[in-house]
């Protein structure tokens, strides 16, 4: 897919809705590369995100996360951002997905942190306890090779891309 204009459609487990217009990278029916330029600084944690990062938003519908890879715009990695997720729906001019809380943090430091797992409703249904344990088990136990994958797709895709 060449590239075009995707809205980003983020749902909170308290059914507030979040949309960010993005430029599609890549896109298939179960995976999809999009393209956000940040115009205003922001921070996470102890990372700042500087205006004029770019971040390239990995999204799988097999995967119970997507992943936020910012670089800055000489493409040096800051950090690489996992939002525990499920729901996830890509189609044309759309990626949907619902934010299960949850977050991770991987630093170029290899310094690895959960975020907001205490702010899981404490009358959350159990299966879906379940599948945010299993997804921040996953994430924690291969982060050193998802943020290889995802480094190396940043790399093979930054030369495509006008910054």
């Not at 997804?135 to 940043?154: C, D, F, K, P």
Request: glycine content about 6%; overall charge negative; some cysteine.
């Amino acid at each position: 897919m060449a590239d075009q204009t995707v809205l980003e459609i983020k749902q909170t487990l308290y059914g507030d809705i979040q949309t960010f217009q993005c430029r599609s990278i890549a896109q298939s029916p179960t995976e999809a590369v999009i393209l956000f330029e940040h115009t205003r600084a922001l921070h996470v944690e102890d990372v700042t995100i500087p205006a004029g990062t770019v971040s390239f938003g990995y999204f799988w519908t097999d995967r119970g996360y997507n992943a936020y890879h910012w670089v800055t715009p000489s493409g040096r990695t800051i950090g690489i951002y996992f939002n525990v997720s499920d729901c996830t729906r890509i189609v044309p001019g759309e990626i949907r997905w619902r934010d299960l809380v949850v977050d991770v943090l991987v630093t170029p430091d290899g310094h690895c942190r959960v975020i907001d797992q205490d702010e899981i409703p404490l009358d959350l249904h159990l299966d879906l306890l379940k599948k945010i344990q299993d997804a921040l088990e996953s994430l924690l136990h291969n982060h050193t090779q998802l943020v290889r994958e995802i480094e190396a797709r940043t790399a093979a895709l930054w030369g495509k891309q006008a910054h």
